[in-house]
């Protein structure tokens, strides 16, 4: 059974930073894709990044390009997403998922593991 741990979540003031990480308990975790999501209260789950499994093709949300970073160290089974310059809009609960494809794909269907979500809260 497929298990992803997000942690790093936090109140932050707005223009601060965060880095989220996600372990994941997967032996074949560097053949397969991973992506962040992001759900804020009352608004569907919404794709923020993802990256490809060797970690050479990355992609973003419009809103969160140039601001946030996704990366991966497989040697680990931990992917990351390091978030500068926060804005209150980016208050949401964060997830990361895991896709079957090695390459990247930013409809959530394509995710078939979960994590539990880490809360992100940027002040004004």
């Known amino acids: 059974q497929v298990q992803l741990a997000e942690t790093g979540g936090d109140l932050v003031q707005a223009g601060g930073s965060l880095r989220l990480s996600c372990v994941a308990s997967?032996?074949?975790?560097?053949?397969?894709?991973m992506g962040w999501f992001r759900q804020a209260p009352g608004r569907e789950r919404a794709f923020v990044a993802a990256?490809?499994?060797?970690?050479?093709?990355?992609y973003y949300q419009e809103s969160v390009k140039g601001r946030f970073t996704i990366s991966r160290d497989n040697a680990k089974n931990t992917v990351y997403l390091q978030m500068n310059i926060l804005k209150p809009e980016d208050t949401a609960v964060y997830y990361c998922?895991?896709?079957?494809?090695?390459?990247?794909?930013?409809?959530?269907?394509?995710?078939?593991?979960w994590g539990q979500g880490t809360r992100v809260t940027v002040s004004s």
């Open positions: 998922a895991a896709t079957t494809f090695s390459s990247i794909t930013i409809r959530p269907g394509d995710y078939y593991a």
């Open positions: 997967l032996r074949t975790f560097s053949t397969k894709a």
């Open positions: 990256i490809s499994s060797n970690g050479g093709t990355t």
